[in-house]
């Protein structure tokens, strides 16, 4: 199987790893590795796990943010398989931002209706 991922940023690349060591990836980027809205971005990327209400919020938020031209399926279904690819990586030790009491820092971005932000570095996760 041959797998083609447009973008390098932090999500076509969470996706990539997660590809089965069997799949032939190809990687299409704009022009280099660093050249990618995460890089550039000043945001972080969403987490909404452990909202009370299993991340529904996060589903409406993103598709009114779309402009209601979304498929909610789709959101939902990208939403609830990123939490758990989210909670690898902070499993795993990547270093997202915390509170003097080791908590993760969520910030408030864009049309996102609660704080559910993670940034590692301040600024540096797009």
Do not use: W
């Amino acid at each position: 199987m041959h797998v083609i991922v447009i973008g390098s940023g932090i999500a076509a690349l969470a996706l990539m790893r997660q590809l089965n060591q069997d799949i032939q990836i190809t990687c299409i980027t704009q022009n280099k590795l660093n050249d990618n809205n995460s890089y550039d971005a000043q945001g972080g990327i969403c987490f909404s796990k452990y909202e009370e209400d299993q991340g529904q919020s996060h589903i409406d938020d993103t598709y009114h943010a779309g402009v209601h031209s979304g498929d909610l399926a789709v959101i939902r279904s990208f939403i609830s398989e990123s939490d758990a690819i989210i909670q690898q990586l902070i499993d795993e030790g990547l270093p997202f931002d915390r509170n003097t009491q080791g908590d993760l820092l969520y910030g408030m971005e864009g049309a996102h209706s609660h704080a559910r932000i993670l940034h590692a570095g301040g600024d540096q996760t797009g």
